[in-house]
């Protein structure tokens, strides 16, 4: 006859012998964590080489776009330069053509004031000396030396004429010397041989002279 466990008795230890491991008693499918040695691996490092791939790839791709930038800017940049350069050279040789065209206007409006000088030139060449006094020719060549200095003035010709002013010898040039009496005659032109010309501040020919010299 079996006897029933009175109610609220406990039920014997098993014995520690007749017991298994304690993993036998695990449920299944529950991980042990006594001895550290079950379940996940540990914790590793190491990179995945499918992530590395991906992270090159990108690298390279974000390169790329930043190299596709930088060659339109160059682009750019090239013709920016070579625009400039030909907007340059346009102006200097628009520059250099106005500066032939200024010149060329300068000297025809020097002509045109020398054309009427000119005219009485060929006039007195072609006189008749049979029939012409030497003071009527002499008066022409005086009017003709009048308009001349008159027109290449007006260009702006300066004429050296020294007489009795001291010598300079950035404007005359001495050919010869004649002695003087007088202390504060001493270096004073006496006589101009040639004329010199000035035109606009540049000298074209210096006056040649003869120069007074003291000798005490």
């Given amino acids: 006859m079996k006897h029933s466990r009175k109610k609220g008795e406990s039920a014997p230890a098993p014995d520690q012998g007749s017991m298994g491991p304690a993993d036998d008693y695990a449920p299944e499918g529950s991980v042990s964590q006594g001895d550290g040695q079950g379940g996940d691996p540990p914790f590793s490092d190491s990179s995945d080489p499918a992530a590395d791939t991906r992270a090159a790839t990108g690298a390279a791709e974000a390169g790329a776009a930043a190299t596709s930038r930088a060659e339109p800017d160059s682009g750019t940049e090239r013709d920016r330069y070579l625009r400039l350069a030909a907007e340059y050279d346009n102006y200097r040789k628009r520059s250099a053509k106005e500066r032939q065209d200024a010149g060329a ?27 012409t006094d030497a003071g009527t020719i002499v008066q022409g060549v005086d009017m003709v030396e009048k308009k001349l200095l008159k027109a290449l003035g007006n260009a702006g010709l300066e004429v050296i004429n020294p007489v009795g002013e001291t010598f300079d010898p950035a404007l005359h040039e001495a050919v010869a010397t004649e002695p003087t009496s007088a202390r504060e005659d001493d270096h004073v ?7 010199g010309y000035i035109f606009k501040s540049q000298l074209l020919r210096p006056a040649r002279v003869v120069v007074k010299q003291w000798n005490g």
Avoid: G
């Avoid at 025809?108 to 006189?127: C, K, M, N, T």
């Avoid at 032109?189 to 004329?195: D, E, I, L, M, N």
């Fill in 105 to 131: 206007r300068a000297q025809a409006d020097l002509v045109r004031q020398l054309v009427e000088a000119l005219d009485d030139v060929a006039r007195f060449a072609h006189i008749d000396p049979a029939t």
């Fill in 189 to 195: 032109v006496s006589r101009v041989y040639q004329p």
